[in-house]
């Protein structure tokens, strides 16, 4: 169950796939020069990830982002839905406070498959998102959704965001895997998304 994207500062904490023998393909192999390979025990999967985006969470560090920012609380975010995600990590490039580019993991214990194309659909209808389109993928050699949309905040002050989002299932759990942009057109960032998507690996 994809949730919306939630802007959280980058000085806390910034802010949702095929199988191993495709880590042998020359593309993979040489952008893991520029990664590291983070083992999300949570998802039951591993991954590549930038190596200064990472930013593993805590429960005190979902306490403080819940108690600095009571608009989240307000929002439906709690301690427990942070913790769930694996990770959540991004770049500022200019300098707002808020990532410019990131990507996350959430993990979705309650749902143990991706349930069909429509549901996901319906998921993203009305406010904020536009621009949904929705299409069938596959992520470590598994079934796969994948959903493009764009968000909107409601606040001139924040600029939309474009989110790419891959939903799958992992050992048992389905699994989010979201990245997101505020450049309608941003290549750099939609080759480091085919890069992650690829390198990701099931984990016992």
């Known amino acids: ?5 939630v802007r959280v500062p980058k000085l806390l904490i910034s802010g949702l796939v095929v199988g191993s ?4 393909q020359p593309a993979v192999a040489k ?7 983070v083992k999300v025990s949570a998802a039951g999967i591993s991954l590549l990830v930038p190596h200064a985006w990472l930013t593993v969470h805590t429960r005190d560090q979902a306490e403080q982002i819940l108690g600095n920012h009571p ?3 307000a929002n439906g975010v709690t ?3 942070l913790l769930n995600t694996g990770f959540q990590s991004g770049h500022d490039s200019n300098g707002d406070d808020y990532d410019d580019r990131s990507v996350g993991l959430q993990v979705y214990r309650n ?3 991706i349930g069909s194309l429509q549901d996901l659909r319906s998921r993203f209808g ?3 998102f536009h621009d949904v389109t929705v299409k069938r993928s596959h992520v470590a050699q598994r079934p796969a959704f994948v959903a493009t949309y764009v968000q909107d905040f409601g606040n001139t002050s924040i600029s939309p965001v474009f989110v790419t989002t891959y939903v799958f299932v992992s050992r048992s759990h389905q699994i989010g895997l979201t990245f997101q942009t505020q450049q309608r057109s941003d290549d750099a960032f939609d080759k480091m ?3 992650i998507v690829r390198s990701v690996r099931l984990t016992r």
Do not use: F
Not at 1 to 5: A, D, N
């Open 1 to 5: 169950m994809p949730q919306r994207v």
């Open 21 to 24: 023998l495709l880590l042998a």
């Open 31 to 37: 952008a893991a020069a520029a990664y590291d390979r």
């Open 71 to 73: 608009e989240y609380s």
């Open 79 to 81: 301690v427990d839905a």
């Open 111 to 113: 749902a143990h498959s």
């Open 126 to 128: 009305g406010v904020p």
């Open 193 to 195: 998304t085919r890069t």
